[in-house]
């Protein structure tokens, strides 16, 4: 047999190309070169394949993290306009609270015990809202961890790709 290798593999243009020695009676040398000419052209077509998956699995692997980019970005504009809705509304209660005092205080100095105990108001929306928040911030985290791990997976599974010319 007569061929020129590349490195130990063979190339389509190998098998196209490769002449035996004629032994005995051996086989008919047109059905064998016709034999080889199908297997270089299966394998030019299997190369063009692996090409394409290749390019396939990389837009894949961009698409996959722009979506999870997009969905972080999403969730982090969401948690920042929650926080920013929770402090104004801390500061509006901060104001009213103050307020209250201010006039419990002028009116203990007054003398008028009765408007203090009706200035104190019973306060449990504001606990109510921080075990809300912290509720939100622990799903938020939950949801952001399972982008970050469907994500990293799917980069795992995309580094398994051969890479094109092999």
């Known amino acids: 047999m007569s061929t020129s290798t590349h490195g130990g593999r063979i190339s389509p243009s190998d098998v196209r190309n490769a002449t035996f020695e004629q032994v005995g009676h051996g086989y008919e040398p047109g059905a064998v070169h016709h034999f080889l000419a199908a ?14 998956r290749g390019a396939n699995a990389q837009d894949e692997m961009v698409k996959i ?15 920042e306009q929650y926080s920013k809705d929770l402090v104004a509304s801390a500061r509006t209660q901060y104001s009213e609270i103050l307020r209250r005092a201010e006039n419990a205080a002028v009116s ?6 009765v408007a203090t105990t009706q200035a104190a108001p019973a306060y449990t929306t504001p606990i109510d809202e921080i075990e809300y928040v912290r509720t939100y911030t622990k799903v938020a985290q939950v949801q952001l961890r399972a982008v970050i ?4 997976e799917q ?12």
């Open 39 to 52: 297997v270089a052209d299966q394998m030019d077509a299997d190369r063009v394949q692996l090409e394409a």
């Open 155 to 166: 980069v795992d599974k995309l580094g398994d790709v051969p890479k094109s010319g092999q």
């Open 108 to 113: 203990r100095s007054e003398g008028q015990a």
């Open 65 to 79: 993290i722009s979506q999870a980019q997009v969905l972080a970005e999403k969730f982090v504009a969401e948690a």
């Open 149 to 152: 791990d469907a994500l990293a």
